[in-house]
């Protein structure tokens, strides 16, 4: 789905730019919007080929809970790297609640991020609100994104893996 995502990116930008489409691109837009009109998809999400699994995330959503995961992931590594996850977590959630009242009524509304936050902690937090996923969220929320990967644990009843023999 995400190379999906990328083509139509692609055409919407030089569609914007008034830039001519490959054949390629042109005859995939041609049959997305062909299916659409003749009813043999039920949305435009369908014709184009987004789908999620019912009861699902949309695209769009999963694409903002990425992206905002990720500029939180940075901001705990960049400006909080000291401290543990649970340190991590509720500092950037303070920040965060604090951000949500006093800057981003005013931030949303802008296409780019003020200049005055490159650098800082309010660079990563304009991104993770400007990503449209669900923001602020709790410490809970907080340390399960900013928690390091576990490794996976054996299944019950699996043969153990070999272990390197001493030389």
Not at 17 to 39: I, S, V
Not at 91 to 108: C, K, Q, T, V
Request: hydrophobic share 40%; aromatic share 8%; proline share 9%.
């Amino acid at each position: 789905m995400l190379s999906v995502i990328k083509t139509l990116r692609a055409i919407f930008e030089k569609c914007a730019r008034g830039e001519p489409l490959t054949a390629k691109e042109a005859a995939w837009l041609a049959a997305a919007f062909a299916a659409y009109l003749e009813h043999r998809c039920r949305s435009m999400d369908e014709a184009f080929g987004l789908r999620w699994p019912k009861g699902g995330v949309p695209w769009w959503l999963e694409e903002g809970i990425r992206e905002r995961n990720a500029a939180l992931a940075e901001l705990g590594e960049r400006h909080f790297g000291a401290l543990s996850t649970s340190g991590r977590s509720k500092g950037i959630a303070r920040l965060s609640r604090r951000y949500a009242a006093a800057n981003w009524p005013h931030d949303a509304l802008r296409p780019e991020m003020p200049a005055r936050y490159r650098g800082t902690p309010r660079a990563y937090l304009w991104r993770a609100f400007k990503s449209g996923a669900p923001m602020p969220l709790c410490e809970r929320q907080m340390r399960n994104i900013l928690a390091p990967a576990r490794p996976a644990m054996a299944t019950p009843g699996a043969p153990a893996e070999p272990r390197p023999q001493a030389q």
